[in-house]
């Protein structure tokens, strides 16, 4: 099943991607952090394939600087989260942080 997204971002103060504003001007070609709270607007279903396709609209979204604990824990939980829904192996949480301290890593 696919999903759209609706191309409109909340108007108030629930749109925080303006705090990465600048890191995405510096540094277009990199990967920003992003964490975001959706829900349903419609759903259309393909008449030919019977396909059903929700459109997700963003209801609050935030931005995350690249080094932060935050985003270092986020990173990690989006790197774990792709490896479940892919079916590769993973480590711990408390294994990869342990690696993390060791190398000094801070990105996925």
């Known amino acids: 099943m696919s999903v759209t997204l609706s191309g409109s971002l909340p108007a108030?103060?629930?749109n925080g991607i303006a705090r990465i504003a600048a890191a995405l001007v510096d540094n277009p070609e990199s990967a920003h952090l992003i964490v975001a709270l959706v829900d349903c607007t419609k759903i259309t279903t393909k008449v030919e394939s019977g396909d059903v396709v929700p459109t997700a609209r963003i209801r609050a979204i935030e931005g995350f600087e690249g080094h932060t604990a935050d985003a270092k824990e986020l990173r990690r939980l989006l790197r774990r989260a792709y490896e479940r829904r892919t079916g590769r192996v993973e480590l711990p949480l408390e294994m990869e942080k342990a690696f993390d301290?060791?190398?000094?890593?801070t990105d996925a």
Request: hydrophobic fraction near 10%.
């Open 101 to 105: 301290d060791i190398d000094g890593r």
């Open 12 to 14: 108030d103060d629930r």
